[in-house]
């Protein structure tokens, strides 16, 4: 009987036990996912292995530090500096980060692109910058404050500030800001935001439970639009074949894990 968790604060709302208990129960696998709310990052670790977890996924605001508390980490995510799943291989905690190759499995069907634009600058930003790097596509970070660039510019990013944007053409728009979250905010003042998606063919929001003002805009302006929940849908089915070292079929997980998203 395997033992596996979401680890964040909050994780009330999250929606990773649902997907990964209807996986467990349609491919018969003996185990149960749960919900592990942790205020203090560093006890991640110390939780994980007093519980005798086999596996756990990790959300805001504690990525960075599951990443250190890790053995090993494999894959995009010694680059990106963040996890969001652990598994447990001998003993060890093996961090990896699916968020990344969910995102660009997410974007495939928009097709060819060779540029694109990041709205923000988080951890959500860097991973997806990486990814996008990682396939030769070439991103420029825009973030509304210097603060956060800093690390974008050090690995080799073109990035700009609100200030000292000028609108150019881009493939895709990406949103990997919080606004819009709570709130019917754009990412980017009006102004710069309509003429940047005038030149644009497609637009994708990390955002996933609700329409934002940045993708009704981008619908208004003709762009072919995506949001977040394929991006989680993939993150999700990466994660859980790790857990059973991937093992498994990916069409059977995906099919199982769809349902979460319409019970
Ligand atoms: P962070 O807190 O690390 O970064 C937030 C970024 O958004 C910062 O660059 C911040 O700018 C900017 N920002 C916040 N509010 C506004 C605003 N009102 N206007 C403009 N910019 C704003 O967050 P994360 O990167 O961890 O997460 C971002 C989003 O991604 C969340 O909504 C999260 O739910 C979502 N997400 C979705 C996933 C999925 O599977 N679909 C997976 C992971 C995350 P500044 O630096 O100036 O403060």
Known sequence: MKLF??????VSHSISPKM??????????EGGYVRTPLEDGSTLRQTFEAW????????????????????????????????????????????YNTDAPGFM????????INTALILGAGGTAKALALALKESDIEVHVLNRSDGRLGDFKAKGFTTSNWENFTPKEYDLIVNTTSAGLSDEALPLPKELLEPTLEKASFAFDVIYN???AFLSLAREKGLTCKDGADMLL???VLAFNLFFG?????AKITKAMKEAFTL
């Open 5 to 10: 968790s979401i680890f964040g604060n909050p």
């Open 20 to 29: 990964h208990n209807l996986a467990l129960h349609a491919l018969h696998l």
């Open 52 to 95: 005798k977890m086999d596996g756990a996924n990790v959300t805001v605001p504690h990525k960075e530090e599951a990443f250190k508390q890790c053995d090993e980490i494999r894959g995009l995510a010694t680059k990106i500096g963040a996890i969001n799943t652990i598994v447990k291989e001998k003993g060890k905690l093996i961090g």
């Open 105 to 112: 499995r997410s974007i495939a069907p928009f097709g060819v």
């Open 210 to 212: 609700k329409p934002t």
């Open 234 to 236: 993939y993150q999700g």
């Open 246 to 250: 991937n093992s498994l079929s990916e």
